[in-house]
């Protein structure tokens, strides 16, 4: 019994690691100077996409972890490494626009 209650407690706590910070509006007006029009609807898309897309292969990265010179190099090939690896295109280049939105945008935050 002790070792099912463990597995649970597990898989509940790896769940909750992989999700990543949910954009707030006040994300979004910060946004806008780097972003110009960028709404927390397209924050809360790129974050979607992010998680569903990044998170297949491995673990996700906490967009303050890396820098934005990192980003906005691996968001373009990671994308294009999906794509490869489904033999289509999985993500398009508005989808990847979004994921490299929200990383940088959230990046920023505290």
């Known amino acids: 019994m002790k070792k099912i209650t463990v597995l649970s407690l597990l898989a509940i706590l790896s769940a909750c690691s992989a999700k990543m910070l949910a954009p707030t509006q006040a994300d979004a007006d910060r946004g806008a100077a780097k972003f110009p029009g960028v709404t927390l609807a397209q924050l809360t898309d790129g974050k979607k996409l992010y998680e569903e897309n990044c998170g297949n292969c491995h673990e ?5 972890k890396e820098s934005e010179k990192e980003w906005r190099t691996m968001v373009p ?12 295109e999985v993500l398009d280049a508005k989808e990847q626009d979004l994921i490299l939105q929200y990383v940088l945008v959230m990046h920023e935050s505290k």
């Open 60 to 64: 996700l990265i906490d967009p303050r």
């Open 77 to 88: 090939l990671m994308s294009d490494k999906v794509n490869k690896k489904a033999g289509s």
